[in-house]
């Protein structure tokens, strides 16, 4: 049995593959130990042989200031490094903004005599008695974490090596950035290695438990985590830095699956839970990718899944701000207390109550988690808002899921729209608790004719996170311009790249033979700033194949212009799983809908049919409102819309 766990601020979700039979749940996850709601999974299971997990420790470590104390050891005169950033704003016209603090204190930045030239060479060594000085210095000021980001490290780490061993005998964790981030940029390859430092001690041991728990109940010796940039890897081979996203990057990679078996190339994924909605696109089969993304407004420079998120979820709450306007989150009512309908000592409005109130959720919708709706309680919350609006209940509740659908309008076009993507040219894969609920209304505004519910919709991220390949990825910055022997510089790299990639699976004891290698490199034109990722090939023309993807990026090429240059040599080594298939739809008899229930909707109230899914037949088809109930979602079928089932289990709304 292969187990993949998926921690939400809301719910913890569970999916098993036995005998090619998937299996999903929902268990309430538990904010103040989130490791906790996961050693419960593990030791009501039996003999499993994989575990492959995802998490957002890293990510809420890292929001709520929650890390160790880091100090910042940099060359002599770049002390400030952190503090001076880059010189932009996060407002443009705004003078008194304001940039996120650091996570390093000011006062433990140190910096350390020594000088690399851009090519590594060195200028000024690092000495022995000085490396081993700064090391005691360091941790008599009380830090808990050490992050080393030297100028022009990418090219030679001697140095940040050597500051490593003076500080191997304190047994103080060491982040180094030539090994974390071997790449230009030194303010953006500082800030990612101190987040990392930042985040170390407590997703190791966050890591650690988890690790206990599963051998402690027979479990292999280790497991997987998803990373940011898709894809799993074993706990003891990643950096906890390359986690920062790694429940969102299961729904993208559970997308790129459903894409591959539904023969549809573009995708615009939409995965809403109970605390936040999560938005990125797959184009021509492609997940969008971006190495320069930012948490909280810290540059993080590792690549991962272009994945646009906001606070809008079942639990986000409705509030009415000074200026006498219904707003919607972000701040949300999590687990504990949850929405008022759970029951468990909330009070506040939510928009799960909405959706209770408005007839789209059922008091036993929840069953599976153990809660039963409670909708007097959420009427009582939305009572108190209305009176606070000066509105009716019925107009609170619409109100509240008409500002939730344009927050995530404007989130869906910040992740597709403003980056150039047709999503007319999409379909809306919805998932998630809370996505199916809203998906369908969301197309209508955004002109998608089509919305996807998986299978197992309530639980994807989790699958996807079963299903997702083993993953490693490593980069290096070399600054080379192309010619015709430029190939040999960036094949002795990859070589290099591949040998440690093939030991890192031998370690994990995986089939190497059936390893795909992916190489890539970062290209621009000479003199610029910014830079496109292209696949290698070593017999193609890669000056050519920038010129193509430039002009299709930016409408235009500059081919008698400045040379191209290789900025940096990526290289991904991907361990694919066993090919599965998504359970079709065996039923062939129609079945009548089990209830008919009284929504409401903007135009006023109508009665639509209930149906449960695992009831659907093959040639199922009807026209809305319709309210279709699964584990662990529900799907809302608006009026002018149409729902049919496919072949592979996925239901299609045409939206009309």
């Known amino acids: 049995m292969r187990v993949a766990t998926d921690i939400g601020g809301t719910f913890t979700d569970v999916v098993t593959l036995e005998a090619n039979q998937i299996r999903g749940w929902k268990v309430l996850s538990i904010p103040d130990s989130p490791d906790r709601a996961v050693t419960e999974i593990i030791k009501d299971l039996a003999d499993f042989s994989s575990f492959s997990h995802g998490t957002t420790v890293a990510t809420n470590a890292l929001l709520e200031r929650k890390g160790a104390k880091v100090a910042f050891i940099t060359t002599r005169g770049f002390k400030d490094l952190l503090y001076i950033a880059r010189q932009r704003r996060p407002r443009l016209y705004d003078f008194d903004c304001s940039r996120t603090t650091p996570v390093v204190s000011r006062n433990l930045c140190f910096e350390v005599a020594e000088r690399l030239a851009p090519d590594g060479t060195v200028i000024l060594p690092l000495s022995l008695s000085d490396a081993f000085a700064l090391a005691d210095h360091v941790v008599e000021s009380g830090a808990e974490a050490v992050a080393i980001c030297l100028l022009f490290s990418y090219k030679n780490p ?157 639990g986000s709450i409705a509030w009415m701000d000074k200026g006498g306007a219904l707003r919607v989150g972000p701040q949300s009512a999590g687990s504990e207390p949850g929405p008022a309908c759970y029951g468990r000592g909330g009070t506040v409005p939510t928009v799960t109550d909405a959706n209770l109130l408005s007839g789209l959720l059922h008091p036993e919708s929840f069953s599976g988690t153990g809660i039963t709706l409670d909708p007097d309680r959420a009427g009582l919350a939305f009572r108190s808002l209305a009176l606070s609006a000066d509105l009716s209940v019925e107009e609170a509740v619409l109100g509240t899921r008409s500002v939730v659908n344009a927050n995530m309008l404007r989130g869906i076009r910040r992740a597709t729209v403003e980056k150039g993507i047709d999503v007319r040219d999409c379909s809306l894969l919805a998932f998630g608790g809370a996505g199916p609920l809203h998906a369908a209304e969301l197309a209508k505004e955004l002109g998608i004719r089509e919305v996807l519910v998986p299978p197992m919709a309530g639980m994807f991220s989790a699958l996807g996170i079963l299903l997702s390949a083993v993953r490693l990825d490593f980069g290096e910055t070399v600054f080379a311009e192309w010619h015709t022997g430029t190939w040999q510089v960036v094949d002795r790299i990859l070589d290099r790249f591949k040998e440690r990639a093939l030991q890192s699976f031998q370690r994990q004891r995986l089939n190497i033979r059936d390893t795909v290698f992916k190489p890539f490199l970062d290209l621009r034109y000479k003199g610029q700033s910014f830079h496109l990722t292209i696949p290698y090939d070593k017999e193609a023309d890669m000056a050519e194949r920038f010129y193509q993807a430039f002009e299709k990026r930016y409408g235009y090429t500059l081919e008698n212009g400045p040379a191209v240059e290789v900025v940096t040599v990526r290289f991904s080594a991907i361990m694919p799983r066993e090919e599965i298939f998504l359970p079709g739809v065996k039923n062939v008899s129609s079945v009548p809908p089990f209830a008919e229930r009284t929504i409401l909707l903007s135009s006023g109230s109508a009665s639509a049919p209930v149906y449960k899914r695992e009831n659907l037949w093959r040639s199922f088809s009807a026209k809305g409102p319709v309210v279709i109930e699964d584990q662990g979602c529900t799907v809302f079928v608006p009026s002018e819309c149409e729902v049919s089932v496919e072949g592979n289990g996925c239901l299609k709304v045409i939206v009309g």
């Open 158 to 314: 001697a140095h940040e090596i050597l500051l490593q061993k003076a500080f191997k005998k304190h047994g103080i964790p060491v982040s180094m950035s030539s090994e974390i981030i071997p790449e230009f940029r030194e303010f953006e390859r500082a800030s990612t290695t101190a987040i990392n430092a930042f985040i170390q001690p407590v997703v190791q041991s966050y890591v650690q438990e988890i690790r206990k728990a599963a051998r402690k109940v027979g479990g292999p010796p280790d497991y997987d985590i998803m990373k940011s940039a898709g894809g799993v890897a074993a706990s003891g081979e990643i950096h906890p830095v390359e986690i920062l996203v790694s429940g969102p990057a299961g729904g993208v990679s559970g997308g790129l699956l459903l894409a591959r078996l539904t023969g549809r190339k573009n995708l615009v994924t939409f995965d809403m839970g109970g605390t936040s909605a999560d938005f990125s696109a797959i184009v021509d089969n492609t997940p969008l990718w971006t190495d320069e993304g930012e948490i909280d407004g810290l540059p993080v420079r590792i690549p991962t899944l272009d994945i646009t998120t906001i606070g809008a979820g079942g």
